[in-house]
């Protein structure tokens, strides 16, 4: 199966032209102006580029749509319908995870005639939704109409790696209709956000569904967004009697067994790897990890997606056969965000001698798709192995700018750093520190023991400048995200 | 899903189905060297070779053949490459004219050198045939003559000049030798798998590879087949030794400053095989490596070889020397100059983590309630393809990869290759190649290990605990028994174990 496509992805189908009326007064057509960072040269700002999505008016003066018509915007116009005038936007919230995001509109009058939109449930299977939004083939707002395929658990292809209930629709999408509102009897039951490229499926569409919109808009309410938490940790189903009979289960359906619980994470301490999961929250846990909601059987990590940081998940577990009850408070453990895609950030790193050093994260290992094995091992294993524990960041010899002082270093391009001068480097911070020691040599040590890199001091400071002036490198190191 | 590697079909079909193109032969005129008395020194060798499907341990591939040329030696040996007869099942020689054909079987084989000689059922057979010497060393820009053959065997001589001599990698990747590359545009022709090349009548290697855009063949040269032949008329094979470091060059002067290096050349330790005679004899990581026997060694591992010029020092230590021999490596730590004796070894397989290679011999396996269990090996991994690093599951290319720096007594990679869907592994089907570390209870660390915590189940249960999730899988030991007779019916497997 091949990955979902390009974010722009936006499903229109309208059950009544009443209502179409009704409805642009409520949505807006968004310009962003974005600025990506490169990776490569992460010293410079990056490439402008433009892009156009939906957005509609909710309540509070505030206009929503996908965190990704708006990720790395620099400059944001939004228009109405029947508008000419374009007003400035700012982005209120955003919400990666999920691909959510709010703007505000500076200038008053902006609201003056517009509709907020009131937000309904989970539409039934079968039923038709209409989509609203500005599709490529002309700016004027279109209209579009489906049924709800599916109900299910989606990866986010926004951050690509939350997944959350999402909604099928079997309208077909096309790029600049992100964050436009799906409608059924007059309010919001989704928000389009992503599909499959006619290469792929035809005709699948996903909306963002009102639980989802909901724990945004209510993460939000304390003036800030705090993420998703987890549970962190994997569970394996329970269909194999003998397996059931071993962990004391009687013959009835329920309960998956955990296999994993990553440290750092909220169930760390807490949950055991052999503990049985057989409530959540009271919802019975069939062996299959589902449990009964919505009128349907899903995922048992659905209890824990509504909840918020702080708050708490009861589980019923067994555990060496005796029923225990488990409270866990909720966070959301960092380690995971290394392998999203990191948007509103700017790359870290550090130029010495030539060498440039940046800590590994998705962006970065997507910009280079580095082959390195040693370095692919600690990122893909980042969470799973542990990894962080010991390395909270994955400090890579990413780049060589040409120069006598690194006239031999070519070879460890993408080798990852162990030590400077003895000092272990656990994050970029620590290399900087040790290139700030005055020493005669410094002597950069990877991982996998091969020959280190040594830089004479001398060599390095009068490198400095030529290297700087060459490249046109504007600065040498960056630690603010 | 499971990809099947072509690699090895490709060679073959690269030199039988290149196109033909005209090029004459050109004919060998030094004395000796007549067609009539080559052809008694030649055999074509037609090997049936069969592999082991490593996905399905029980079952052999579908038989392939190989056909090549081999070189008559002193003693009624027929000298051939390795790969040639890997995994044959039945050997057939002939001689050139294809008049008379009789059985032969391997003598000595040894895959890392690639080469293999092969002794004909029927003595007699090679009655009337002549051997051939073997040549001293070239050097570049010598001429050498491969010989191939037509159906009606006559001889189709192909002149070329060797380009390098160099010490490189050979097919089965477990060791570099040296190796002669030979400009020469060799013809399509029929049982061309592995060739004879003279130079004035003597035998001076084995084309083993043939690479048809830059006509150039890779050949096993006399230097290796000496080694190879030694002590043929004994019982116990020396092999070839494998010192069991890696090095850095040392071309950086920043570097060499700081290490305190003044004299010329020098290399770098940067990892010890384990239990290889250089960790034996106390080389250390980051030792810098002078001299080898009195050799100096350059800043690139080079020596100066009184017969083939400046070459990788492990022609010396692997193929020039033989394990039991005591080599003097002059080395530089901390500042101080040290003589360290380093007696030379053949790699010994049990010292290896993951098998390179498993020529000749079936894959293990144990097959528990329909959970496969095998030890991880590099024919295993080369399953997926020739891209099987980046397509195999990467915790086990890790393995791998990173095998060195595993503990000294990690043992063997056990894995879950498969499952086979019973009544018992309900619920499991979908797991495959993760890493077993324990069976009731006990630590597994060999496919024997395994099938003996077997026998012990606790409470009734077969517990085998993993590396990755699920952690822990639970079957049934006495349903496991009593549905073995249906499993092994099920699925034609002939036994499930095989140790």
């Known amino acids: 199966m091949s990955r979902l496509l390009p974010l722009f992805l936006l499903v229109l189908f309208a059950v009544a032209p009443l209502n179409a009326v009704e409805i642009s007064r409520s949505l807006v057509r968004i310009e962003a102006t974005s600025q990506e960072p490169n990776y490569k040269s992460p010293w410079s700002p990056g490439d402008v580029s433009s892009g156009v999505g939906a957005g509609f008016v909710v309540a509070g003066k505030r206009i929503m749509t996908n965190a990704h018509v708006v990720s790395n915007a620099r400059f944001l116009t939004v228009f109405k319908e029947g508008d000419p005038n374009p007003y400035i936007a700012k982005v209120l919230h955003i919400a990666h995870d999920c691909d959510l995001a709010l703007l505000s509109i500076d200038n008053p009058e902006f609201f003056k005639d517009t509709l907020p939109l009131d937000f309904g449930g989970i539409p039934e299977i079968e039923s038709v939704v209409s989509a609203y939004g500005y599709p490529v083939g002309g700016t004027r707002l279109s209209v579009t109409r489906g049924i709800v395929s599916r109900i299910d658990f989606q990866i986010y292809s926004h951050s690509g790696m939350d997944s959350h209930l999402a909604i099928q629709i079997d309208a077909a999408i096309n790029p600049g209709n992100s964050g436009g509102p799906v409608m059924q009897n007059g309010k919001v039951v989704g928000v389009a956000f992503q599909g499959y490229s006619g290469d792929v499926a035809q005709n699948v569409g996903y909306m963002i569904p009102t639980p989802v919109i909901h724990r945004f808009l209510k993460d939000v309410e304390d003036g800030r967004y705090d993420r998703y938490v987890d549970l962190a940790l994997t569970y394996s189903n329970l269909f194999n009697p003998a397996a059931r009979r071993a962990l004391g289960l009687d013959g009835d359906n329920s309960g998956v067994v955990v296999s994993s619980v990553y440290s750092g994470g909220a169930s760390d301490g807490i949950v055991s790897p052999g503990d049985v999961i057989l409530k959540i929250d009271g919802h019975t846990v069939s062996s299959d990890g589902t449990i009964p909601l919505l009128n349907e059987a899903v995922p048992l990590d659905e209890v824990v997606e509504r909840k918020f940081k702080g708050e708490k998940v009861k589980l019923d577990i067994l555990r060496d056969g005796k029923p225990t009850t488990l409270i866990v408070p909720l966070n959301a453990p960092w380690p995971f965000k290394l392998q999203s895609h990191l948007y509103d950030e700017k790359p870290c790193f550090v130029v010495f001698g030539g060498l440039v050093f940046q800590p590994a994260d998705q962006n970065f290992m997507e910009a280079y798709d580095p082959s390195d094995q040693r370095l692919n091992y600690l990122f893909d294993y980042f969470v799973s192995d542990e990894i962080h524990l010991a390395r909270p960041e994955i400090v890579v010899l990413s780049n060589i700018l040409p120069d006598p002082v690194n006239a031999y270093a070519e070879e460890f391009r993408f080798s990852v750093v162990d030590e400077v001068n003895g000092h272990p480097i656990k994050t970029l911070e620590d290399i900087v520190k040790a290139f700030d020691e005055q020493t005669d040599y410094y002597v950069i040590q990877f991982a996998g023991g091969g020959r280190p890199i040594v830089l004479d001091r001398k060599a390095v400071d009068e490198a400095r400048p030529r290297i700087l002036a060459r490249y046109a490198v504007t600065s040498e190191k960056n630690l603010e995200k | ?499």
């Open chain 2, 1 to 499: 899903m499971k990809a099947i590697s072509l690699q090895r079909i490709l060679w073959v079909a690269l030199l039988f189905l290149c196109p033909l193109w005209v090029a004459s032969a050109i004919a060998d005129t030094a004395p000796g060297a007549s067609d009539a008395s080559l052809s008694q020194s030649l055999l074509r060798v037609n090997s049936t070779n069969q592999v082991y499907e490593f996905f399905q341990p029980w079952i052999k591939k579908p038989p392939f053949s190989r056909r090549g040329i081999g070189a008559l030696l002193d003693g009624g040996r027929i000298l051939v490459t390795a790969e040639l007869v890997a995994n044959s099942t039945f050997i057939e020689i002939e001689k050139p004219a294809g008049t008379q054909k009789s059985s032969a079987v391997v003598e000595r084989i040894d895959y890392q050198c690639n080469l293999a000689v092969l002794r004909p059922v029927d003595l007699a057979f090679l009655e009337g045939m002549k051997p051939l010497d073997l040549n001293g060393p070239l050097r570049v820009g010598d001429e050498a003559t491969v010989l191939q053959l037509e159906p009606n065997g006559d001889i189709a001589r192909t002149l070329g000049r060797i380009t390098s001599i160099s010490v490189g990698s050979y097919p089965a990747e477990s060791g570099s030798f040296l190796l002669f590359k030979l400009g020469a545009p060799l013809q399509q022709r029929d049982g061309s798998f592995t060739l004879p090349a003279i130079n004035k009548g003597r035998l001076i290697g084995m084309v083993m590879r043939y690479d048809l855009r830059n006509q150039s063949a890779d050949i096993v040269p006399t230097a290796v087949i000496r080694h190879f032949l030694q002590g043929l008329d004994s019982p116990a094979y020396p092999g070839f030794g494998r010192l069991g470091i890696s090095f850095a060059q040392l071309r950086d002067p920043q570097l060499r400053r700081f290490i305190g290096l003044q004299e010329p050349g020098g290399i770098y330790v940067t990892d010890l095989a384990p239990r290889g005679p250089a960790s034996i004899a106390g080389i250390k990581k980051r030792d810098v490596i002078l001299a080898v026997d009195g050799l100096p060694i350059d800043q690139d591992g080079n020596y100066e070889d009184p017969d083939y010029g400046r070459i990788l020092f492990s022609h010396l230590t692997n193929t020039v020397k033989y394990p039991g021999d005591v080599l003097p490596f002059k080395i530089l730590r901390d500042g101080k100059i040290l003589e360290i004796p380093v007696t030379m070894q053949a790699a010994n397989r049990e010292d290896s983590i993951i098998d390179e290679h498993l020529f000749d011999e079936p894959p293990k396996y144990v097959i528990l309630g329909g959970l496969v269990f095998m030890e991880l090996s590099r024919p295993y991994l080369k399953e997926w393809g020739s891209k099987w690093t980046s397509n195999a599951p990467q915790r086990l290319v890790y393995y791998d990869v990173f095998q060195n720096e595993l503990p000294a007594d990690r043992g063997r990679i056990v894995i879950l290759s498969q499952v086979l869907p019973t009544s018992d592994t309900i619920g499991y089907q979908d797991l495959d190649n993760i890493v077993v570390t324990k069976l009731n209870g006990r630590s597994v660390k060999s496919l024997a290990d395994l099938s003996e915590a077997a026998k012990q189940p606790v409470d009734g249960f077969q517990k085998i605990e993993f590396e990755e999730d699920p952690k822990l899988l639970i079957l049934d030991a006495a349903s496991i028994e009593a549905h073995a007779e249906t499993l092994k019916e099920h699925y034609a497997i002939p036994s499930l174990e095989r140790l």
